[in-house]
Protein backbone atom coordinates (compact mmCIF):
# COMPACT_ATOMS: atom_id res chain seq x y z
CA UNK A 1 0.00 0.00 0.00
CA UNK A 2 1.43 2.92 -0.82
CA UNK A 3 1.21 5.46 1.45
CA UNK A 4 2.15 8.78 -0.08
CA UNK A 5 1.81 9.67 -3.71
CA UNK A 6 3.70 11.85 -5.83
CA UNK A 7 3.23 13.54 -8.86
CA UNK A 8 4.50 14.25 -11.66
CA UNK A 9 6.87 11.73 -12.47
CA UNK A 10 9.10 14.29 -14.48
CA UNK A 11 8.98 18.06 -14.81
CA UNK A 12 10.84 20.11 -17.11
CA UNK A 13 10.74 23.90 -16.53
CA UNK A 14 12.58 26.68 -18.03
CA UNK A 15 15.07 28.56 -16.43
CA UNK A 16 13.33 31.49 -14.30
CA UNK A 17 10.09 29.41 -14.09
CA UNK A 18 8.13 27.48 -11.36
CA UNK A 19 8.50 24.33 -10.51
CA UNK A 20 5.91 22.27 -8.79
CA UNK A 21 5.37 18.94 -7.38
CA UNK A 22 2.91 17.32 -5.59
CA UNK A 23 1.91 14.59 -3.22
CA UNK A 24 -1.72 13.37 -1.61
CA UNK A 25 -1.34 11.00 1.35
CA UNK A 26 -3.40 8.80 3.28
CA UNK A 27 -2.81 7.97 7.41
CA UNK A 28 -4.25 10.60 9.00
CA UNK A 29 -1.93 10.20 11.85
CA UNK A 30 1.10 11.78 9.17
CA UNK A 31 2.35 14.74 11.15
CA UNK A 32 5.64 15.84 9.84
CA UNK A 33 6.20 15.96 5.91
CA UNK A 34 9.75 16.96 4.29
CA UNK A 35 10.67 17.18 0.88
CA UNK A 36 14.20 15.77 0.15
CA UNK A 37 16.30 16.39 -2.85
CA UNK A 38 18.73 14.03 -4.76
CA UNK A 39 21.51 14.62 -6.75
CA UNK A 40 22.47 11.31 -8.82
CA UNK A 41 25.33 9.77 -6.85
CA UNK A 42 24.13 11.13 -3.45
CA UNK A 43 21.78 10.26 -0.71
CA UNK A 44 18.72 12.41 -0.26
CA UNK A 45 19.15 15.65 1.33
CA UNK A 46 16.67 17.35 3.75
CA UNK A 47 14.99 20.43 1.70
CA UNK A 48 12.39 21.73 3.48
CA UNK A 49 10.02 20.20 6.09
CA UNK A 50 6.61 21.27 7.64
CA UNK A 51 3.95 20.10 10.13
CA UNK A 52 0.02 20.56 10.07
CA UNK A 53 0.18 23.41 12.16
CA UNK A 54 0.84 25.76 9.32
CA UNK A 55 -0.28 26.20 5.70
CA UNK A 56 2.48 27.39 4.43
CA UNK A 57 6.24 27.54 4.49
CA UNK A 58 9.02 29.43 3.01
CA UNK A 59 12.44 28.77 2.75
CA UNK A 60 14.11 31.14 0.29
CA UNK A 61 13.08 30.05 -3.26
CA UNK A 62 11.59 26.74 -2.09
CA UNK A 63 7.85 27.30 -1.01
CA UNK A 64 5.34 23.85 0.80
CA UNK A 65 2.13 24.27 0.51
CA UNK A 66 -0.12 21.90 3.25
CA UNK A 67 -3.68 21.44 2.54
CA UNK A 68 -4.81 19.19 5.95
CA UNK A 69 -8.48 18.58 5.01
CA UNK A 70 -7.20 17.13 1.61
CA UNK A 71 -4.59 15.75 2.81
CA UNK A 72 -2.30 17.14 0.21
CA UNK A 73 0.78 18.86 0.32
CA UNK A 74 3.52 20.24 -2.64
CA UNK A 75 6.92 21.71 -3.36
CA UNK A 76 6.88 25.11 -5.43
CA UNK A 77 10.33 25.99 -6.50
CA UNK A 78 10.53 29.51 -7.72
CA UNK A 79 12.58 31.23 -10.46
CA UNK A 80 14.10 27.54 -11.03
CA UNK A 81 17.96 27.15 -12.01
CA UNK A 82 19.99 24.51 -13.76
CA UNK A 83 21.55 23.44 -10.58
CA UNK A 84 17.92 22.70 -8.85
CA UNK A 85 17.91 19.27 -11.78
CA UNK A 86 18.13 16.62 -9.10
CA UNK A 87 15.17 14.55 -8.25
CA UNK A 88 12.68 15.27 -5.21
CA UNK A 89 10.75 13.42 -2.64
CA UNK A 90 8.17 14.29 -0.39
CA UNK A 91 7.85 12.05 2.70
CA UNK A 92 5.72 11.80 5.66
CA UNK A 93 6.05 10.45 8.88
CA UNK A 94 3.93 9.86 12.25
CA UNK A 95 6.02 10.85 15.44
CA UNK A 96 2.69 9.75 17.38
CA UNK A 97 4.50 6.43 17.02
CA UNK A 98 7.55 6.99 18.51
CA UNK A 99 9.74 5.66 15.62
CA UNK A 100 9.42 8.97 13.32
CA UNK A 101 10.35 6.28 10.19
CA UNK A 102 9.68 8.18 7.16
CA UNK A 103 7.53 7.08 4.41
CA UNK A 104 8.79 8.49 1.14
CA UNK A 105 6.98 9.01 -2.39
CA UNK A 106 8.06 7.52 -5.49
CA UNK A 107 10.13 10.70 -6.96
CA UNK A 108 10.01 13.05 -9.02
CA UNK A 109 12.67 13.94 -11.74
CA UNK A 110 13.00 18.07 -12.27
CA UNK A 111 14.73 19.38 -14.96
CA UNK A 112 15.54 22.92 -15.67
CA UNK A 113 16.48 23.87 -19.37
CA UNK A 114 18.04 27.36 -19.72
CA UNK B 1 30.90 18.44 10.88
CA UNK B 2 31.42 14.89 9.11
CA UNK B 3 28.54 13.23 7.73
CA UNK B 4 27.46 9.76 7.46
CA UNK B 5 30.16 7.68 5.81
CA UNK B 6 29.40 3.72 4.17
CA UNK B 7 31.11 1.70 2.32
CA UNK B 8 32.26 0.17 -0.53
CA UNK B 9 30.22 2.56 -2.30
CA UNK B 10 29.52 0.32 -5.31
CA UNK B 11 29.45 -3.45 -5.17
CA UNK B 12 28.62 -6.13 -8.09
CA UNK B 13 27.84 -9.73 -7.30
CA UNK B 14 26.41 -13.06 -8.59
CA UNK B 15 23.45 -14.31 -7.17
CA UNK B 16 23.20 -16.39 -4.48
CA UNK B 17 26.95 -14.68 -3.02
CA UNK B 18 26.72 -12.82 0.41
CA UNK B 19 27.36 -9.12 0.37
CA UNK B 20 27.96 -6.49 3.13
CA UNK B 21 27.47 -2.89 3.60
CA UNK B 22 29.40 -0.47 6.31
CA UNK B 23 27.88 2.74 7.93
CA UNK B 24 28.73 4.76 9.90
CA UNK B 25 26.79 7.78 11.45
CA UNK B 26 27.37 11.13 12.36
CA UNK B 27 28.69 11.28 15.71
CA UNK B 28 26.64 11.56 18.68
CA UNK B 29 23.56 10.12 16.22
CA UNK B 30 21.53 7.43 18.65
CA UNK B 31 19.37 6.35 15.60
CA UNK B 32 20.42 4.99 12.37
CA UNK B 33 18.13 3.87 9.21
CA UNK B 34 18.92 1.45 6.31
CA UNK B 35 17.00 1.93 3.68
CA UNK B 36 16.81 0.18 -0.05
CA UNK B 37 15.78 2.46 -3.00
CA UNK B 38 15.25 0.93 -6.28
CA UNK B 39 15.59 2.54 -9.42
CA UNK B 40 13.02 5.24 -10.23
CA UNK B 41 11.22 4.93 -6.14
CA UNK B 42 11.69 6.23 -3.43
CA UNK B 43 13.89 4.96 -0.10
CA UNK B 44 12.37 2.03 1.67
CA UNK B 45 13.11 1.97 5.29
CA UNK B 46 14.27 -1.96 5.88
CA UNK B 47 15.41 -1.50 9.42
CA UNK B 48 15.84 1.09 12.39
CA UNK B 49 18.25 1.41 15.59
CA UNK B 50 18.23 3.34 18.64
CA UNK B 51 21.40 2.97 20.06
CA UNK B 52 22.33 -0.82 19.39
CA UNK B 53 18.64 -1.77 19.92
CA UNK B 54 16.36 -2.88 17.18
CA UNK B 55 13.49 -0.16 16.93
CA UNK B 56 11.80 -2.02 14.09
CA UNK B 57 12.78 -4.41 11.37
CA UNK B 58 9.10 -5.24 10.25
CA UNK B 59 10.45 -4.84 6.11
CA UNK B 60 13.58 -6.79 6.22
CA UNK B 61 13.55 -9.48 4.60
CA UNK B 62 15.00 -12.07 7.67
CA UNK B 63 15.57 -15.22 4.96
CA UNK B 64 18.51 -13.27 3.79
CA UNK B 65 19.15 -9.92 5.48
CA UNK B 66 20.65 -9.27 8.55
CA UNK B 67 21.62 -6.48 10.30
CA UNK B 68 23.62 -4.97 13.61
CA UNK B 69 24.57 -1.94 15.27
CA UNK B 70 27.45 -2.68 17.72
CA UNK B 71 28.05 -0.94 20.57
CA UNK B 72 25.50 1.53 19.20
CA UNK B 73 28.12 3.06 16.42
CA UNK B 74 28.95 1.27 13.31
CA UNK B 75 26.30 -0.43 11.55
CA UNK B 76 27.09 -3.39 9.17
CA UNK B 77 23.48 -4.68 6.79
CA UNK B 78 24.22 -8.44 4.96
CA UNK B 79 22.33 -9.97 2.11
CA UNK B 80 23.04 -13.54 2.27
CA UNK B 81 22.53 -15.51 -0.55
CA UNK B 82 21.35 -12.41 -2.85
CA UNK B 83 18.89 -12.51 -5.64
CA UNK B 84 19.20 -10.37 -9.17
CA UNK B 85 15.65 -8.31 -7.55
CA UNK B 86 18.18 -6.87 -4.29
CA UNK B 87 20.08 -4.96 -6.80
CA UNK B 88 19.38 -1.63 -5.68
CA UNK B 89 20.92 1.63 -4.01
CA UNK B 90 21.35 0.94 0.09
CA UNK B 91 21.16 3.74 2.13
CA UNK B 92 21.87 4.47 5.82
CA UNK B 93 20.63 7.73 7.81
CA UNK B 94 21.06 8.79 11.17
CA UNK B 95 19.06 11.25 13.47
CA UNK B 96 20.07 13.34 16.49
CA UNK B 97 16.24 15.01 16.98
CA UNK B 98 13.62 12.55 15.68
CA UNK B 99 12.89 13.30 12.03
CA UNK B 100 15.67 15.30 10.66
CA UNK B 101 17.54 12.58 8.56
CA UNK B 102 20.64 12.77 7.54
CA UNK B 103 22.01 10.59 4.61
CA UNK B 104 24.86 8.87 3.23
CA UNK B 105 25.73 8.53 -0.13
CA UNK B 106 24.54 4.99 -0.12
CA UNK B 107 26.10 1.59 -2.05
CA UNK B 108 24.97 0.78 -5.13
CA UNK B 109 24.73 -3.39 -5.14
CA UNK B 110 24.39 -4.58 -8.61
CA UNK B 111 23.39 -8.61 -8.42
CA UNK B 112 23.95 -10.61 -11.67
Known amino acids: QQQVKQSPQSLIVQKGGISIINCAYENTAFDYFPWYQQFPGKGPALLIAIRPDVSEKKEGRFTISFNKSAKQFSLHIMDSQPGDSATYFCAASNSGAGSYQLTFGKGTKLSVIP | EAGVAQSPRYKIIEKRQSVAFWCNPISGHATLYWYQQILGQGPKLLIQ????????DSQLPKDRFSAERLKGVDSTLKIQPAKLEDSAVYLC??????????FGPGTRLTVL
Open chain 2, 93 to 102: ASSYSYNEQF
Open chain 2, 49 to 56: FQNNGVVD
